[in-house]
């Protein structure tokens, strides 16, 4: 399991007049700042949010405390939060919420994952996920799309090819490892669509 975690930072200043770039500025990681967030941290920045990164939650913690006092010298406003990264989820959540140590907790954020992948498919019109499967042929690729269709597995064919979307890298792991049993003679791989992190790149700022 995964023991990462983070302050969040939303800068919110609009009330002042200011800008985005003008309340970036305002909030300067100077030698001192970077000192009293801790050696271990790593700040990175998405457009108006910034994210410290730690190892530990009273790490995580003792940044936070820095981060307000930072904020509030440099007279601006902020909203401000620690979060845990839950693996199975794949989601950032807040720190106070415990990671699963049941079966059961560990099914409800794999729902939770799926259920928030499949709603983001549906609004992008494909899967995060997919198993690629090239079958010796078009007939085959048509039979494996009919049976996986019948099965409510969404897929897309081309020629000889068959794309399953999964809802989750565990799904399309599995069932990759179904097909690859139930087709010898296909070549299976499981793919995954990056495109989401091309679209947000995070900036490292400077240390």
């Not at 930072?70 to 939060?81: G, M, N, Q």
């Not at 064919?157 to 792991?173: D, F, L, N």
Request: net charge negative.
């Amino acid at each position: 399991m995964s023991d990462e975690f983070r302050v969040e930072v939303d800068l919110d200043d609009a009330e002042h007049g200011f800008s985005v770039g003008e309340r970036l500025r305002a909030f300067d990681l100077d030698e001192d700042a970077r000192r009293r967030l801790g050696s271990g941290v790593m700040v990175t920045r998405d457009g108006s949010l910034l994210f410290a990164y730690a190892a530990s939650e009273a790490e995580a913690r003792e940044a936070e405390r820095a981060i307000r006092e930072l904020v509030e010298a440099d007279e601006l406003t902020a909203k401000i939060a620690v979060t845990r990264w839950h693996e199975l989820e794949e989601a950032w959540k807040d720190a106070s919420l415990p990671l699963p140590t049941t079966d059961a907790e560990e099914q409800a954020e794999l729902a939770a994952l799926e259920a928030s992948e499949a709603l983001e498919a549906e609004a992008e019109g494909r899967y995060d996920w997919e198993v690629v499967v090239r079958t010796p042929g078009r007939d085959e690729a048509r039979e494996l799309a009919r049976r996986l269709t019948g099965e409510g597995v969404p897929v897309r064919r081309r020629w000889r090819y068959v794309a399953a979307g999964a809802a989750s890298e565990e799904r399309a792991e599995e069932l990759a490892a179904r097909l690859r049993s139930e087709l010898p003679d296909a070549d299976v791989e499981v793919d995954v669509d990056l495109s989401d992190v091309a679209r947000s790149p995070l900036q490292f700022l400077p240390f």
